[in-house]
Structures are given as structure tokens and as C-alpha cells.
């Protein structure tokens, strides 16, 4: 895999700008920002990203002439005792194909940020934050490159790290608004602390590398693991299951999964980044970057699946309940992670990157989409009445919005289209070869994605119905206006990318296939079922026709009508609707007792036993002070006495030591 400096295509010796470019637009922004004004900053940042996506093509278009690909050495970075890690950029089909979804879906995500941060900074009453938003988006962009363009796992490290802050500042970006004017810090606390314990499981895995590999290098692990796995069997598998932890948290897994819904509490731009083509995406990524490791070891990949199908229809359960445009659609992501992960597990690892693909492309497209319904409510509760205390991201206020805002409303039904699954728009092709693999490999774990596939057609279709269909159910949704150029541009460009995308692996092909077979150690030819793929369609379908049923035939009449659904399912749709309260499980089983044990220990043993202690010993000292500072008259015939009878004392003393 590693080539000499001297025989690599010349492209490759561009990998470093991926991250320098958007280092470099950040760092402009914050010298220079100011006196740009808006729409400086918006261009620079968005020049940044979209200059790393240029690179990445480069790259890619080296990859084509020496598909092997090479390591590209920056710096020796690490150097104590036997351990040397240099910070190296791998440039192989794998990296390349990562670093294409995060520049480029980046980029027009930067782009769209221009005209909604424009109203959001306004909306929300701090102008002068526009210009921290995009500082934040390039370090975004810049973290996500290092970690997919590493060549070791430290350095792999070092990014999921900074994705890990970057997603902390984004969400808490407007820190001081939500419930309780403390709502959106807690949701970016949430999210900082859940994804430390998932980043504490992928640093024992790392610990356990370095324990028995001596090297953090992807090619000198690789290579040695056959042996270490034959030799001991455990630590592959202890490594594989303490990175299976990091995925549950940083791709929001079962039972990590509960810090991303909250994430909504960022700018919908944000909720676009981090859902589509850059932090979710991570975990997935590292297990497909570890498959020589994983492939050692079929309980850790059996362990993989399941957490990934359990992840998937559980989620996609919890959808079908929710109000918020938003919540639908990051319930959704759990689910759709879940597909990804179970691919990634299975070993059908070529159809996890292409559904991670495809899924970049129009989730991206549904996340911004809704930002463009969000600014349109907003905009009319400005222009209508009564309307400026309306919820603009619960659908029940919605509804009628087709007419009154038709290029979101097309392009959010192709999203919502290519995420159900119908052909043949780019979900249809990706889900369906995570789902043909599955039936044959893993009959269980191929009903149980089946059924979510349902699920998934079915609340995106409710969804749909709510919000575009119907009448107004508020005032504000009856000014609705459509959003300016610089944010449905954006939108229209990946909605072709969700039309069209299915074409990098289509069956007959197969050219995603063949472009990842340079990276990947085990390659599992992708098999169109004509059976799987008609019967993942028609239950497609039949989700979107029951959600017609249901919601399209009689729309709701008002914003406080009770859904459909309430009294048919009762406390199962209660339960979905509640989140099945796992949040209050942990609330009560971890938190509750958390915050109770440091109240203890805060009170009787902080407070009482060390800060007594500590206070005690500063007593303690305090009244020695005061004896010893009555010596301190300031008169100098006392302290000659005391030199005088010192002196005597000591005399005495050797005369009688001399007598003994």
C-alpha cells in the first residue's frame, strides 16, 4: 500500500491542502472576517471547503493511474522510546472516497449556510455570530479530513477528537436560547459527554494496538494481526469490541445513540454537516477501515450487526412519533446508520460505503430542505398575525406549504423519495444491496432491516403529507414564502445527486465495487435479486400508501388535532411518541444517582471530611502563627534579651553535656 515518495503520482503530493485549506479559511475569517462582511466571510469559508473538494478530485484522478495508492509523509510527530508516529496522510480509494462526500456535500452545505445564517443570526438577535458559524464549519471540514486521511490510528484519533468539539460548538451555538434559556448547552453538553464514553472505548483500543502491535500504523497492523489473532484470539477481539463502543457513540448506536436527536439544538445547517457526510459517517468509517481486524474475529462482526439492525428499526419506530420536522429526520439518521453499520458488520463493507454515500446526498438534501421550510414559517409569522410565539418547526402548524413554497417541496419529495427506497432514485440501489446481501447471509438481520425499510417509507411519507399537503394549520404557514437562490440552488444540486447517485454502483457495474477493492481486504461481489429488490420496493410502497391513507385522505384540520394514529395504537404510539422513554430510563438509572453521589460526595466528604481536613490543617498552622508572631515586639532590647538568654541556654546545656 505504501509506495516511495519518488514513484507516487504526483497528485497524491497535494493530500496535505485537504486539511490546510479550510485550516486556512478559518484562520482568515478570524483575522480578516470583520471587514469582510457577510458575504466575504460566507465565500471564504465556502472557497476553503470547496478548494479541498477540488484536491480530493485530484486525488482521485491519481487514484486512477496508481490505484494502489501511497502514504504521504507530513512530519515525524511522535517520537519516545520504541514508538515513532509520523503524521502521514493515506491516500488510497477508501480515504479519497470519504474525503469527496465531506468536501463536497461540505461545500454546499457552506454555500446554503450564507443565505440561512443570514436570517438565522437575525432571527435570533446576534448578528455579529455569522462569522464564528463559518470559522466553526471550516474547523468542521478540517477535523473530518484529518481523521479520514489519517494513516494511523493516533492520528485517526486526533480528528474524531475535533469532530467531537467542533459538534459540542455547533450545537451549542445559540447557548443561551431552548428551554429554560439553558436548553441548546444542554443538548451540546449531552452530546460532549455520551461521546466520551464512546471515545473512551476507542481509546482502549487503541492501548490494546499499541500493547501488542507496537505501532499505531494502519499497513504494520494489518499485517501482523493474522498472527496476533491466531496467537491470541482475545485481544483482536477485545480491540474490535472497544471500537465497536466509539462507533455506538460518535454514529449513535444503540445504546449511544441518544446525544444526536438533541443535536437539532444547532443551526439546521449544522444538523445537515453532522448527519450527512461528516461525524455520523465516522464510525462506519473506522469499521470499514478496520476490516482486516474485524474479518479476524465473526463475533465482533456478528456483535456489529446486530447493534446496527437493533439501531435501525428502533429508531425508525421512534420516527414515526414525532412533531418536529427536524426530530423525524434525525431519528431517521439513527435508523439509517443502523443499515450502514449492519453492513459494515455482515462484511458487505462496499455496501455500507455506498449507502453512506447515497445517504450523504440526500439527507443532506431533506436536512437543508427543512431549513428552507423552518425559514419560510419563519418568515410568515413576521408577515401574519399571531404567529411570532408558533413552534416553526412542528409540522401540526404547518401543512399547504406546496403552493406556497414549490422548489422545497419538489426537492424534498425527491429526498424523501430516495431515502424510502423507491427506484430508481439512489436509495433504491443502496439499501437494496445491504438488504440482497443480508437475506443471504443473515436471514434475521434481513427481516429486521426490511421492516425498518417499511418504517422509513412510511414516516417519510407522513411526513410529506404534513407538511406540503393539505391547508394551513396556522397563519404563519399561510404566508410562508419561498427561500432566495443562494439556499435553493444548494438544494437542487443534491437532489440530482439523490437522483442520480445510485449510478456509482449499479448492478452490471459495479464501478464502486471495483473502486474500493484496492483498499479493502475482503471484497464481497454486490448481487442485484431481482426477488429482494421487487419485495423491498413494494413494501416501500405500501409504507407510503398507508401513510396516504392515514394522513393524505383526511389531512389534519388544525394544529391541535390529535394524529391518526393516537387512538388505533394507543401506548404503543405513546411510546413512540415519548421516545419510548429511554431518556428517562438513563435520566433515572444514570444521572439521578450520578448527581445524587456527587452531592454526598460534595457535601459530607468534600465538604466534611477533605475540606475539613485541609481547613483543619490551616487552623492548625493559623494558631501557631499567632504564638510565634508575639516574638515580633519591634523593640530591639527584647530581642536582645532573647539572643542573650538563647545564648545562655546553649551554654548550659554544653556545660552540663561536658559534666556527663
Known amino acids: 500500500m505504501q509506495l516511495e515518495t519518488a514513484l507516487m503520482d504526483p497528485n497524491f503530493a497535494l493530500v496535505p491542502w485537504v486539511v490546510f485549506l479550510p485550516a486556512i479559511g478559518l484562520v ?45 509523509p507530513l512530519v515525524d510527530w511522535i517520537r519516545v522510546g520504541d514508538l515513532s508516529v509520523r503524521w502521514a496522510f493515506r491516500v488510497d480509494t477508501l480515504s479519497v472516497l470519504m474525503m469527496l462526500v ?11 449556510s450564507i443565505g440561512y445564517m443570514h436570517s438565522d443570526v437575525r432571527h435570533n438577535g446576534d448578528p455579529l455570530r455569522f462569522r464564528r458559524f463559518f470559522v466553526y464549519l471550516n474547523l ?53 459527554v455520551v461521546n466520551r464514553i464512546g471515545d473512551f472505548g476507542l481509546l482502549l483500543a487503541l492501548f490494546f494496538l499499541f500493547w501488542n502491535f507496537k505501532s499505531f500504523d494502519f ?45 437539532m439544538a444547532g443551526p439546521t445547517p449544522v444538523s445537515a454537516l453532522i448527519h450527512a457526510a461528516t461525524m455520523v459517517t465516522a464510525g462506519v468509517y473506522l469499521v470499514a477501515r478496520s476490516q482486516a481486524l474485524f474479518v479476524l474475529v465473526p463475533a465482533a462482526q456478528n456483535a456489529v450487526t446486530w447493534v446496527g439492525a437493533a439501531t435501525a428499526i428502533f429508531a425508525a419506530t421512534i420516527a414515526v412519533g414525532q412533531y418536529d420536522i427536524k426530530k423525524v429526520l434525525a431519528y431517521s439518521t439513527i435508523s439509517q446508520l443502523g443499515f450502514m453499520v449492519a453492513a459494515v458488520g455482515m462484511g458487505a463493507t462496499v455496501a455500507g460505503m455506498f449507502h453512506l454515500t447515497t445517504h450523504a446526498f440526500f439527507k443532506a438534501l431533506l436536512f437543508l430542505s427543512a431549513g428552507s421550510v423552518i425559514l419560510g ?55 437494496d444491496e445491504i438488504l440482497a446481501y443480508a437475506s443471504q447471509q443473515q ?64 448492478p452490471g457495474s459495479l464501478w464502486l465495487e471495483h473502486w474500493l477493492e484496492h483498499s479493502l481486504a475482503e471484497v464481497h461481489a454486490g448481487e442485484f435479486l431481482l426477488p429482494v429488490a421487487a419485495g423491498s420496493l413494494a413494501v416501500a410502497l405500501a409504507g407510503i400508501l398507508i401513510a396516504w391513507l392515514i394522513y393524505g385522505r383526511k389531512p389534519l384540520a388544525d394544529a391541535k388535532t390529535p394524529d ?84 545562655v541556654a546553649v551554654l548550659a546545656y554544653l556545660a552540663t553535656v561536658s559534666f556527663r
Open 28 to 72: 482568515l475569517n478570524l483575522l480578516v472576517g470583520k471587514r469582510l462582511g457577510e458575504r466575504g466571510i460566507g465565500v471564504l469559508a465556502s472557497l476553503a471547503s470547496g478548494g479541498a473538494f477540488v484536491v480530493a478530485v485530484l486525488l482521485a484522478l491519481g487514484l486512477t493511474r496508481s490505484p494502489e495508492g501511497a502514504t504521504v
Open 102 to 112: 465531506v468536501s463536497g456535500v461540505g461545500t454546499l452545505i457552506h454555500i446554503y
Open 140 to 192: 468542521f471540514i478540517a477535523m473530518m479530513m484529518i481523521l479520514v486521511s489519517a494513516d494511523n490510528y493516533l492520528m485517526l484519533f486526533v480528528g474524531w477528537e475535533g469532530v467531537g468539539l467542533c459538534s459540542y460548538l455547533l450545537i451549542g451555538f445559540w447557548f443561551e436560547k431552548g428551554k429554560d434559556g439553558i436548553g441548546n448547552a444542554q443538548a451540546a453538553k449531552k452530546a460532549f
Open 219 to 263: 499497513a504494520v497492523i494489518f499485517a501482523q494481526a493474522p498472527q496476533v489473532a491466531a496467537a491470541t484470539p482475545w485481544v483482536v477481539l477485545a480491540i474490535t469490541l472497544f471500537m465497536l463502543l466509539g462507533v455506538t457513540g460518535k454514529s449513535a448506536q444503540i445504546p449511544l445513540y441518544v446525544w444526536l436527536p438533541d443535536a
Open 377 to 431: 414559517m419563519e418568515h410568515g409569522a413576521e408577515h401574519g398575525h399571531n404567529g411570532h410565539h408558533l413552534d416553526p418547526q412542528d409540522m401540526r402548524n404547518m401543512g399547504g406549504l406546496r403552493k406556497r413554497m414549490p422548489v422545497t417541496f419538489w426537492v424534498y419529495l425527491i429526498g424523501s423519495l430516495a431515502l424510502a427506497g423507491i427506484a430508481p432514485l439512489a436509495g433504491f440501489f443502496s439499501k
Open 443 to 506: 436471514p434475521g438481520v434481513f427481516i429486521v432491516l426490511l421492516i425498518a425499510a417499511f418504517f422509513t417509507a412510511f414516516y417519510m411519507g407522513r411526513q410529506v403529507l404534513m407538511v406540503f399537503f393539505g391547508q394551513p394549520r396556522s397563519d404563519a404557514a399561510g404566508h410562508a414564502g419561498e427561500s432566495p437562490a443562494v439556499v435553493t440552488v444548494p438544494l437542487i444540486v443534491l437532489a440530482l445527486l439523490s437522483i442520480g447517485g445510485g449510478a456509482l454502483n449499479l
Open 564 to 647: 391518526p394514529l393516537a387512538r388505533p395504537l394507543g401506548p404503543v404510539y405513546r411510546g413512540m411518541e415519548s421516545k419510548w422513554k429511554v431518556d428517562e430510563l438513563y435520566h433515572a438509572v444514570i444521572v439521578r444517582p450520578y448527581q445524587a453521589l456527587s452531592g454526598f460526595l460534595a457535601g459530607p466528604v468534600d465538604q466534611g471530611v477533605i475540606d475539613g481536613l485541609v481547613n483543619g490543617i490551616a487552623s492548625l498552622f493559623s494558631m501557631l502563627a499567632q504564638l510565634v508572631r508575639r516574638l515580633q515586639t519591634g523593640y530591639v532590647r527584647t530581642y536582645a534579651l532573647a539572643v542573650l538568654a538563647g545564648v
